[in-house]
Nanobody
Framework: QVQLVESGGGLVQPGGSLRLSCAAS????????MGWYRRAPGKERELVAV???????NYADSVKGRFTISRDNAKKTVYLQMNSLKPEDTAVYYC?????????????WGQGTQVTVSS
């Protein structure tokens, strides 16, 4: 079993910044990819950003140029630096980790952290 602990959400004014963190622990042999998703009120969950072990990244078009995903492999932690936040970024943000335990793939989700962008 894999545990994910998220932190860093909160209330911020438009144009402000927040940094989300997600630390993984538990039954992990190797981590394949780490990412962030979000679900806004009344909308489906969507990919925000993902980063592989090699450091390859992929971003939703809506956050390109404003958000940066990074990871610390030694700490099994992924970060999401969010700048120039907009009201439409308001959502619950979920950490996702795709890992292996031996040869068994594991898809793990965090509990979610609320990000509210409002004046």
């Amino acid at each position: 079993q894999v545990q994910l602990v998220e932190s860093g959400g909160g209330l911020v004014q438009p144009g402000g910044s927040l940094r989300l963190s997600c630390a993984a622990s538990g039954s992990i042999s190797s981590i394949l990819a780490m990412g962030w998703y979000r679900r806004a009120p009344g909308k489906e969950r969507e990919l925000v950003a993902v980063i592989t072990t090699r450091g390859d990244t992929n971003y939703a078009d809506s956050v390109k140029g404003r958000f940066t995903i990074s990871r610390d492999n030694a700490k099994k932690t992924v970060y999401l630096q969010m700048n120039s936040l907009k009201p439409e970024d308001t959502a619950v943000y979920y950490c996702n980790v795709q890992s292996l335990y031996g040869l068994a793939p594991i898809d793990s989700w965090g509990q979610g952290t609320q990000v509210t962008v409002s004046s």
